[in-house]
């Protein structure tokens, strides 16, 4: 059983300290901003019938219920927006990874209350979510390139994501993916989590000049993990 004790002793009082001050107190995030193009989807997925791509909308949300119980108000709100959701679902009909496209400048008003600017023909991919369990598969490139696709024949040629520096496992995703920097960092700053406010930074995105953000938050992980 998994008890406050627990958690404080698995964390250490350090880490427990600093996320107890990010809830409560205040946060600053970086968000590094990556695009995809859509000009070399060579990947085919191999597994479309077992994991057909489905659309979200009101009727399924009874099946985020078992992996994503604490997304209810978020979906709620994500679906009276002019945004597309996708999920895929496991035979028992639980949705098991879901992701949520803007094709047009977006205002996330949900989590770091900013606006994202797109460049004409990129979509915005955001909220994308998998489930625990699934892991360590290769579900989440079978499922973006399957979007990827979508939009590449309506005439669009590039998505964008902003992600949290901190967010490794993301980044190397996006990464191998086929992804790259643009050069911009959103800075999004949160206080007594009811003032927020944010700043843009341009930077040059070259990791030859050890410039690049997510090579050095890859770096810097790499560097906890070995003890360093």
């Not at 600053?28 to 859509?38: A, C, G, K, P």
């Not at 959701?85 to 949900?110: E, F, P, R, T």
């Not at 967010?167 to 911009?184: D, F, I, P, Q, S």
């Not at 930074?201 to 993990?225: F, I, K, P, W």
Request: proline fraction near 4%.
């Amino acid at each position: 059983m998994t008890t406050p004790v627990n958690k404080l002793r698995r964390k250490g009082l350090v880490e427990s300290l600093r996320i107890l001050i990010e809830r409560y107190i205040f946060y600053h995030w970086e968000l590094v901003t990556v695009e995809r193009s859509f000009s070399d989807l060579n990947y085919r997925p191999t597994n479309a019938e077992r994991w057909p791509l489905v659309r979200i909308n009101r009727a399924l949300v009874p099946a985020f219920e078992r992996y994503f119980p604490h997304y209810q108000k978020a979906l709620d709100e994500l679906l009276g927006l002019d945004v597309e959701g996708y999920a895929l679902c496991n035979k028992a009909g639980d949705v098991v990874l879901m992701m949520w496209i803007s094709d047009k400048d977006y205002y996330d008003h949900q989590l770091y209350r900013c606006w994202v600017r797109l460049p004409p023909g990129y979509i915005y991919q955001f909220a994308a979510e998998l489930a625990v369990p699934y892991r360590n598969g290769l579900l989440l490139p079978h499922f973006m390139t399957q979007i990827w696709d979508i939009y590449r024949q309506q005439g669009k040629h590039a998505a964008r994501a902003l992600v949290n520096r901190n967010n490794v496992a993301t980044l190397r995703m996006l990464l191998r993916a086929g992804a790259h920097e643009v050069g911009e960092s959103i800075h999004v700053y949160c206080l007594f989590r009811c003032l927020h406010f944010h700043r843009r930074r341009h930077y040059s995105a070259s990791a030859s000049r050890g410039e690049s953000l997510t090579q050095a938050a890859m770096a810097d992980a790499d560097s906890v993990r070995e003890g360093h």
